[in-house]
């Protein structure tokens, strides 16, 4: 399945909003969103009118490139929370949060997404004593995840936790820092997922 390898910072200009794609680099002046805040292209400062249609998809687009993931994958991911009971929106949301990837990002092993993903699939951690090396494993409640012992002095784990600590924790997660694991205490709350998106226009996208 192919991926977007290019820069980082030019998805950000896309969407017109910080996605966080960097890690540190996102909180500094160096970020690319806040030396050309204007979207990327030659028609980059033109003024463009954006159709009911063009709302929907640049939400969508959002959220798929938060997470880093393919149309395909999203896509399937939307079919699931459909399927659930409750508000498909929300299950979307929660979906995503509870994939391995995303909870290692959360509890502080990993300074963006993308290096969660990449640090699952090498086979760096555990969950309930056993390697998991698939990016999208959906965690459960009372799941135990921790750093495999020969992986607790690398670099960008340890650089990751100094980040975490500095930006605190979400309430569904609880972490054991010193024993470099991390334990799941339930689902998050819509209100601790992305506070600033409107999944009703991804619902209406994919429903139209």
């Not at 009372?142 to 340890?158: M, N, P």
Request: proline residues 3%.
């Amino acid at each position: 399945m192919a991926r977007y390898s290019g820069p980082a910072c030019r998805l950000c200009r896309r969407e017109q909003k910080k996605l966080f794609l960097k890690g540190s680099r996102c909180y500094t002046d160096k970020c690319g969103f806040e030396r050309r805040g204007y979207p990327p292209g030659q028609h980059g400062w033109g003024r463009v009118k954006i159709t009911d249609y063009g709302t929907h998809l640049r939400e969508k687009q959002r959220v798929k490139r938060i997470h880093t993931m393919a149309e395909r994958q999203f896509r399937r991911y939307f079919q699931m929370a459909s399927r659930q009971a409750g508000a498909t929106g929300e299950n979307l949301l929660v979906i995503l949060e509870s994939r391995l990837d995303s909870t290692i990002f959360h509890l502080g092993f990993a300074r963006t997404r993308a290096e969660a993903r990449q640090l699952a699939r090498h086979g760096h951690f555990l969950v309930n004593g056993r390697k998991v090396d698939v990016p999208s494993y959906q965690v459960r409640a009372q799941d135990v995840i921790e750093v495999r012992e020969k992986s607790r002095k690398l670099g960008s784990i340890l650089e990751a936790l100094e980040m975490r600590a500095q930006r605190g924790l979400p309430s569904w997660l609880e972490q054991e820092r010193e024993k470099f694991r991390g334990v799941v205490k339930g689902h998050p709350r819509r209100d601790e997922i992305h506070p600033d998106v409107l999944e009703q226009l991804i619902v209406e996208y994919y429903s139209r």
